[in-house]
């Protein structure tokens, strides 16, 4: 069975799911300034993504260059699936800070990636989920969302769209 294809029990081999993502890439940024604050003011700004696939294609690295209204950073993005539970792995590695966030997990279902992960803002603890929709060759679209509440409600707090440069 290729990766990526269906099986005779339904098996879905998820391996390849981020291969769309592979290349150079003109994004847009809009984020919330405040997070979990009942904030509504979102700044734009614009960046680059560089991705590159790892590890034998079960996994890929990007390159992010941000410039953000108060300056500019770079920050990386590890992804590795594990064949055994089918789920993708998600770390970001901020420069500027030099830390890596708690990892989500999750899968693509019917052309959606949905991503899952416990951390922690202003000390306290949140949810973090990361969805990655509107994909094709050209364009993606990826949005981060923090609960406080266990994941009863979500704020959508980030938003970038992808348009390929190459």
Known sequence: MAAGQVGQAGFRDGRRDFDFLNGVWTV??????RRLAGDTDWETFEGTCAALPILGDVGNLDDNLLHLPDGS???????VFDPASQLWSIWWLDAR?????APVHGRFDGGI??????DVLA?????????????TRQSARWAQAFSADGGASW??????????AR
């Open 97 to 101: 800070r030099i830390a890596m966030d």
């Open 28 to 33: 847009h940024h809009r984020r919330l300034r």
């Open 123 to 135: 000390g306290q603890p949140i949810r973090v989920r990361f969805t990655w929709s509107d994909i």
């Open 73 to 79: 950073y770079r920050a990386i993005t590890i992804r």
């Open 155 to 164: 704020e959508t707090n980030w938003e970038m769209e992808f348009r390929r």
């Open 113 to 118: 990636g949905t991503f899952f992960g416990e």
